[in-house]
């Protein structure tokens, strides 16, 4: 095959890349700039909000710094792995000289410290901007409803653009520094194959940070969600928001730090660790396309901040209009403008002078069913959590006769969800795997090899809208902000009218865009265990055959279903302990003070805040060090017995499996929980302080950390293993 040098075109698509990826934080500085200069409206409204802001701040001030120190001890145990355990390498005429343990050591370590630091920062970003657009989205809707909802949105596009950027120019530049180091011993072709697996450590790093983020984020906002409701609601029987709630500044506060700093980082480890994936796969295809087929994820990732840009752009809304459908416009002007770039991506750096004529059109088909698997995903999700459908309207229906048919409905439409997922998966990652094998691509012998590199680019089609959807997703939490401040602040009902059509939108978008991140977790997890067998085959020269029927490989299997089960018992029961020490705390206050609910007296919010900082924070380490742990012992341990590569290699896929099911289940459980309870908040069978309505807020309560705790942190843990074993796979050979 015909050799190819990183010659000035190819250089410039590196630059092309970080480029653009400047361009977007760019933007968002300018968009960030544009919301700050909004009006943040009365002195009743800043006081809330500055109270929502500093508690958002303390926490995640102290979150860091947890999550820091445990950075810094698996960096270390990372080095002193690589340094000291890993077998030597023996290099080889094809694949270039051996590299020192040190040197390995030190770029391992590396990456993984600057992916933890680039995941940090994005996920903060996320939640300063957030805890300022709320007040300034609460100011505009007493303007109309369009400037309320182009704050709010521009403002989460700060948090998507940004996110976005930074996961590119994080890849990308690392692939530009480690090409500046190439050593002796290596011709340039053997370098740029090998840089991917070099940079893999970047990958653990943004998904360790974002485990933590979303996990301690989920924890905080539940447990003062959930607090808030059973003895508000319930209990004395205020309205949602209302200022005599102690626990409201406490749940306002976790809307930011879950919904913001934790999916941010979580959006921001995705693109990373599916870039990293996805470049290991375009190794396997570097004879044809050389390092146009290593880069072409990040160009992919380019195009779609650009398309994310002009998506949030062209949203507005009239008066009268369901704001969902600006949003969804917004949503399809970025899908169409991603289509017609990959159609000329694929025409231009897919192609080469050994590479069929007709290869290019396979992989563009691929990518277009990446496109339309974001799609599917996000109707699937609206289907099963939209009271507008049949599931939720079948939970409101049974909340007539109490919370125990609630919660059997409930559950019952949590598990029918997983069925159409599972199948637009399927169809996913077979079609675009068979036109990536028909794409005429073959190996010495013969063989047919472009079929895994077809999934990664249906995974990048996936991805290629990611600002935009992340946009859509910090929208959500920016709304209940601003509605919370338009409650408490007391303002008329007409604005917390605007608010409420809003905040409604945005349960939505926030359920959607769960859909959409387990549907490219899906997708991103079958790519990186790819890249694990594919990392193995270059690190022992044959390929691991991964057979279930061996019982030793069986049980790693069994053994990686039941981590998401125990990862999840941990996450709910966290979520219980906070929650239970804050209801304990606001019925104190209620008894102590009864000037509260006379509205004589100020309840006491900071200690309500405090109680789940603290809760939160002692929660999120064990959980967290499992995951981190329990797949590094079974490789160890399974080598003993000369099996460590195959047994990690089944414990990454099923419980890839067992986690993709879960959170499915407990992300559409929740939302369609949390939406029955809306619908019937709006005078069906009885309407608020009904019996039907009693049953639908504990239906509600049941799903809160399903949907926004134990759901969404899954996401992430599928992602971490698969990046863990990526990192150590040459521990377990």
Known sequence: ?????????????????????????????????????????????????????????????????????????????????????????????????????????????????????????????????????????????????????????????????????????????????????????????????????????????????????QLGGGIYTKAADVGADLVGKVEAGIPEDDPRNPAVIADLVGDNVGDCAGRGADLFESTAAENIGAMILGVLLFPFFGVKGVLFPLVVGAVGLIASIVGVFVVRTSGDEDPMKALNRGFYVTSAIVAVALYFLCRTLLTGPTVPPDAWWHYFACAMIGLATAFAFVYITQYYTEYRYRPVLSIADASQTGPATNIIAGLAVGMESTVLPVITVAVAIVSSYYLGQSSGLTNAAGQPIGGLFGTAVATMGMLGTAGYILAMDVFGPITDNAGGIVEMSEQPESIREKTDRLDAVGNTTKALTKGYAIGSASLAAFLLFSAYLDEVHVLTGTDLEVNLAKPQVFVAGLLGAMLVFWFSALAMTAVRKAAQSVITEVRRQFREMPGIMQGTQQPDYGRCVDIVTVGALKAMVVPGALVVFFPILVGLIFKQVNIGAEAVAAFLMVATIAGILMAVFLNNGGGAWDNAKKYIETGHYGGKRSEAHKAAVVGDTVGDPFKDTAGPSLHVLIKLLATITLVLAPLFI
């Open 1 to 213: 095959p015909a050799r190819f040098r990183m010659d000035s075109s190819q250089s410039s698509l590196l630059w092309i890349i970080l480029g653009v990826s400047a361009a977007g934080l760019v933007s968002a500085l300018l968009l960030s700039r544009w919301v700050l200069a909004l009006d943040r409206g009365t002195a009743a409204m800043q006081r809330i909000s500055n109270a929502i802001q500093e508690g958002a701040e303390a926490y995640l001030a102290r979150q860091y710094k947890t999550i820091a120190l445990l950075s810094v001890v698996v960096a270390a145990l990372i080095y002193v792995g690589y340094a000291f355990f890993r077998p030597p390498e023996t290099g080889s005429a094809e694949a270039g000289a051996a590299l020192s343990a040190g040197t390995l050591a030190l770029y391992t370590t590396g990456a993984f410290l600057l992916g933890a630091l680039c995941s940090g920062i994005a996920g903060y970003m996320g939640m300063w901007v957030s805890i300022r657009t709320n007040i300034r989205t609460a100011a505009a809707a007493t303007h109309s409803l369009n400037a309320a909802l182009q704050a709010a949105l521009r403002g989460g596009a700060v948090s998507g653009l940004f996110t976005v950027a930074m996961s590119l120019i994080g890849v990308a530049g690392m692939f530009g520094l480690l090409q500046v180091l190439q050593p002796a011993g290596y011709t340039e072709d053997q370098w740029m194959r090998r840089i991917p697996f070099l940079i893999v450590g970047f990958g653990f790093g943004a998904s360790f940070v974002a485990l933590f983020a």
